[in-house]
């Protein structure tokens, strides 16, 4: 029960930072956006004090690790693999044009449109 109260503090504080943001439009952009920032910061404060923040905060660092051990490609691996994906587009869409104008053809053909 006192995880949920702290998530409902949590979104509350988020809640009137943007509250305060919209609320305050005669002040200067940067105190408004500072409200922003403030109620994000200290949301996830109040949310990092719960169970369940804590259990992001744990999954959170084990993502970064296991993101640390991938194999990431070399620059000319993923330079050779984008062109092969780009030339790959060029060709279905040019493929995927001429089959609708083959179909718009037909279709015009027994509808007796124009250009038939």
């Known amino acids: 029960m006192a995880d949920k109260i702290k998530i409902i503090i949590?979104?509350?504080c988020v809640v009137l930072g943007l509250w305060g943001y919209y609320h305050?439009?005669?002040m200067a952009v940067g105190?408004?956006?500072?409200?922003?920032?403030?109620g994000i910061v200290l949301g996830a404060l109040v949310m990092w004090l719960s169970t369940p923040g804590k259990e992001f905060v744990v999954?959170?660092?084990?993502?970064?690790?296991e993101g640390a051990r991938v194999?990431?490609?070399a620059r000319q691996e993923t330079i050779r693999m984008t062109l092969i994906v780009f030339a790959f587009v060029v060709v279905?869409?040019?493929f995927l044009f001429f089959?609708?104008?083959?179909i718009t053809w037909?279709?015009?053909?027994f509808i007796g449109g124009e250009g038939a």
């Open 59 to 65: 999954f959170a660092r084990e993502a970064w690790h």
């Open 31 to 38: 105190w408004r956006a500072l409200m922003i920032l403030g």
């Open 24 to 26: 305050y439009v005669h």
């Open 10 to 12: 949590a979104l509350a």
């Open 92 to 94: 279905m869409s040019l």
């Open 106 to 109: 037909v279709i015009k053909l």
């Open 99 to 102: 089959v609708d104008q083959i």
């Open 71 to 73: 194999a990431w490609p």
